[in-house]
């Protein structure tokens, strides 16, 4: 976005930038602090910034092409760029307490969670899911983010089947998470998504776009469909609707990959690996 890359171009003003949804040091100017026992200077300055980012340290593996993080980094060339992803839990499952008052049934329903914005791509999954004939319910989690207009256009499809629930928190989204029979992102633009990684953690199938910000994430423990393609959409959530069993393998390798990829523990390390890499002993 603009505001991001007037951070990114003009790296001399800080020391560290901060984003909410991962974190990448660049080896650009700055320092490491001073007191640090029994260290010798760092051998080159470097640069933490808090950007985007969607897999484990590896700063010397070739980049894929997307527009992805890395890639803005490199095109940009602002050096050499080590990246580290945002973390997330492997939270407990919690029974369904409270989303009956919301309308939905366990493991009934398909789940979008995120702001109602066109760059969400909501209005796909409405037109798709409103041409599959099921018994099952969409629950769309989120609100308007200065987009009215948007959520106005997204109300034409609200039904018995297609629910509108406004932003929803704390215990009751995490029996949404919990018991969603299904998660799709459809998103056509992506930093690192929050939302992606919540549901994989709970251990939901999820059906992506094929953007590659969503693939990086979850390409081998998802479905994906092309993005802004109606029709694949429509095909691959019937299918996934059609065979619960392939929607419980899906949800099974969800945890796993967050469990090896995205837990807390493994960006501790990596963040712990990255600074070994740059302080060297006098």
Known sequence: ??????????????????????????????????????????RRPVRLCLAHRTRPL??????????????????????????????????EPRPAKKIPQLGLTPNKYVLFVGR???????????????QIDTDMTLALVGGLSFSQGYVDILKKYESDRIRL???????????????????????TMEGLSIALLEALSYGRCVLISDIP???????????NFKSKDVPDLKA??????REPELVRS??????????????????????????????VRK
């Not at 967050?258 to 807390?264: E, R, V």
């Open 1 to 42: 976005m603009q505001a991001d890359a007037g951070l990114v171009s003009q790296p001399q003003r800080h020391d560290v930038v901060g984003k909410h949804i991962g974190m990448v040091i660049q080896f650009a100017v700055g320092q490491l602090p001073a007191a640090v026992p029994d260290r010798a200077p760092v």
């Open 58 to 91: 590896s700063p010397h593996r070739p980049l894929a092409r997307g527009n992805t993080p890395s890639q803005d980094l490199q095109e940009a060339k602002h050096g050499d760029a080590a990246f580290i992803p945002h973390g997330t839990n492997l939270p």
């Open 116 to 130: 109602l914005v066109p760059e969400k791509g909501v209005h796909y999954l409405c037109e798709a899911f409103s």
């Open 165 to 187: 629930l406004d932003y929803v928190f704390g215990e009751s989204l995490e029996e949404l998470w919990s018991n969603a029979y299904c998660v799709v992102q459809p998103s």
């Open 213 to 223: 910000e969503n693939m990086e994430v979850a390409e081998e423990c998802s479905m």
């Open 236 to 241: 691959k959530l019937e299918r996934l609707i």
């Open 250 to 279: 899906f949800g099974d390798r969800a945890r796993h990959h967050i469990l090896q990829h995205y837990s807390w523990d493994n960006v501790a390390e990596s963040t712990a690996q990255l600074y070994r890499q740059l302080v």
